[in-house]
Structure formats: C-alpha cells, structure tokens
C-alpha cells in the first residue's frame, strides 16, 4: 500500500493522493509594490486574490522566472527584487489532475508603473486574470487565496517598511 499525502485544491477542499504520483516544484511569486500598493490577480475558479509568479522551469534563475512570470501575467517589469518569505505547500490542480509538492518563494519587487494588462490578453486559458492595484490599508485576508491568507499577515509589515525603504511615502 502506498504512502498518502494529504493536498490542498484551489478550493481548499483536501484530498490524499499517493506518494508516488507527485511531483515536484520551485515557484516564485511577486508581491509587486507600486506607492501603497500591491498588484493582485484573481484566481479565475475562486475569485479570490492571488499575486504574480509561477514554476521555476529546468535551468531557470529564480529571478528570471519571477520576471518572465510578472511579464507574461500582467506586462509589468520588475525591479528591486528582494526575498521575502519561503514556505511549501501541495496542491492538487484539478484541471490537470496534478499532484505538486512547491517550494514557494515569495519576493517583493518595484513596478516604475501602474500600467498592468490582463494576461488574458497575453496568456489565454491560464487560472488567474485581471490584474489589479490593491493599497497595502485595505488587503483584507478573506479575500486571499489559500496560502497566501495565512502568508499575508506574516509579511504585512515588511512590505510596508520595503514601501518606505523606496522612497515612497506610506502616510
């Protein structure tokens, strides 16, 4: 009998699936800073709220992923990269009845611009669309995607000292 782990939908639902049929993965993601804001995407399935980034491909830079992910979801250049927070999860994607064990990594970045486009129009049929401005005062945490809801609250105050480290007023 094989080992079964237990993994987390887009829904939240669980669901154990044998050991051997997952798979692994690094992926990136960018809480994108623009003034008081940060860029958010909604998850097409759920609605809710999540942040640009995607799976690491083989021989990729973290940093390059991150970029060629902001670039393919909402059109926007990043700059000031800088590590945030690490965690993992598994997540079971229904559309592909796919098991991921993830590495996630979580990085703030700088937009020069608040001009996003909906990836909808770069990326058709991906799970997350319409870009959009969030000020960092009214990010509410039931509005998260799962993972993301509990990271939030954790990294809140960092993003907001990184806004300040840039030069950006916060008050």
């Known amino acids: 009998m094989s080992e079964l782990v237990e993994f987390t939908n887009v829904h939240g639902e669980k669901k154990l699936i ?15 800073l623009h003034g008081r804001n940060v860029l958010f995407v909604n998850v097409k399935e759920t609605g809710k709220k ?17 970029r060629r992910e902001a670039k393919e979801e909402a059109d926007v250049e990043l700059e000031d990269i800088r590590a945030l927070y690490e965690d993992e999860t598994y997540f079971f ?20 611009s608040d001009r996003v486009v909906d990836k909808e129009l770069l990326v058709p049929n991906e799970d997350t669309h319409q870009p959009h ?34 030069g950006i007023s916060v008050s």
């Open 133 to 166: 401005w969030v000020n960092v005062d009214d990010v509410r945490v039931e509005d998260l995607q799962p993972v993301l809801d509990r990271i939030y609250p954790l990294v809140r105050d960092e993003i907001v000292r990184r806004m300040s480290d840039g």
């Open 18 to 32: 044998p050991l051997e049929a997952v798979k692994e993965r690094d992926s990136v993601y960018a809480l994108v």
């Open 93 to 112: 994607h229904e559309p592909t009845q796919t098991a991921w064990h993830v590495r996630l990594l979580f990085f703030t970045a700088r937009s020069q």
């Open 50 to 66: 999540w942040v640009l980034g995607g799976g690491v491909e083989p021989g990729e830079a973290v940093e390059d992923a991150l």
